[in-house]
């Protein structure tokens, strides 16, 4: 069974940077055609894809975010982290990760509030 | 950037009618097209991938067609639990998301 969890602070100040760790089980991040990636979704609002890693470390991102975002993964803890530099209240909502098989999102984890304020 | 545009934006149907809600992309994503469900407070839910194909447990009810520019998720017969938001996504060039479409009980 593939679970993905989301974990950081729920809430940080404008400018801060933002560290999300993403820990997941049932898969591996080493195996072909595999893929963890980040979705977000201020209240309301829709959902807005951010980036994405692939087991040979390809990486991907949003273009409009791509110079403030950073993917990384390491396989022997089972885990993907992004980051995001200088936040503003605008990037407030839920961040989620979610695995991916070919290009495709298929398992999501149930997402954590983050909330950009002074 | 590909742009999803879906239609409506709201659509009010009773239940045990049929649904049809559509999907457009800017330029042709060939099949590369996936539906979400996303019921309040919850993640999303895959429901079809390759613009046609069931996801693991969704039941039959739910349909997907459509190729290139223009997709439609049609479910057939509407139970109460099948009154959320939809999103389209595609992960054909780059991956984007529509702006969701929010089935509501008429």
């Known amino acids: 069974q593939i679970t993905l969890k989301e974990s950081g602070p729920t809430l940080v100040k404008p400018t801060q940077t933002l560290t999300l760790t993403c820990t997941f089980s049932?898969?591996?991040?080493?195996?072909?055609?595999?893929?963890v990636g980040w979705i977000r979704q201020p209240p309301g609002k829709a959902l807005e894809w951010l980036a994405l890693?692939?087991?040979?470390?390809?990486?991907r991102y949003s273009p409009s975010l791509k110079s403030r975002l950073t993917i990384t993964k390491d396989s022997s803890k089972n885990q993907v982290v992004l980051t995001m530099t200088d936040m503003d209240p605008v990037d407030t909502g839920t961040y989620y990760c979610?695995?991916?098989?070919?290009?495709?999102?298929?398992?999501w984890g149930k997402g954590t509030t983050v909330t950009v304020s002074s | 950037e590909i742009v999803m545009t879906q239609s409506p934006a709201t659509l009010s149907v009773s239940p045990g009618e049929r649904a049809t809600l559509s999907c457009r992309a800017s330029?042709?994503?060939?099949?590369?097209l996936a539906w979400y469900q996303q019921k309040p407070g919850q993640a999303p839910r895959l429901l079809i991938y390759?613009?046609?194909t069931r996801a693991t447990d969704i039941p039959p009810t739910f349909s997907g067609s459509g190729s290139g520019t223009e997709f439609t998720l049609t479910i057939s017969s509407l139970q109460s639990e099948d009154f959320a938001v939809y999103y389209c996504?595609?992960?054909?060039?780059?991956?984007?998301f529509g702006q969701g479409t929010k089935l509501e009980i008429k």
């Open positions: 390759g613009a046609s």
């Open positions: 330029q042709s994503v060939s099949s590369n």
């Open positions: 049932g898969f591996s991040l080493s195996t072909s055609g595999v893929g």
């Open positions: 979610a695995h991916s098989v070919r290009a495709r999102t298929d398992v």
């Open positions: 890693i692939y087991w040979d470390d390809d990486k």
């Open positions: 996504h595609q992960y054909n060039n780059g991956y984007t």
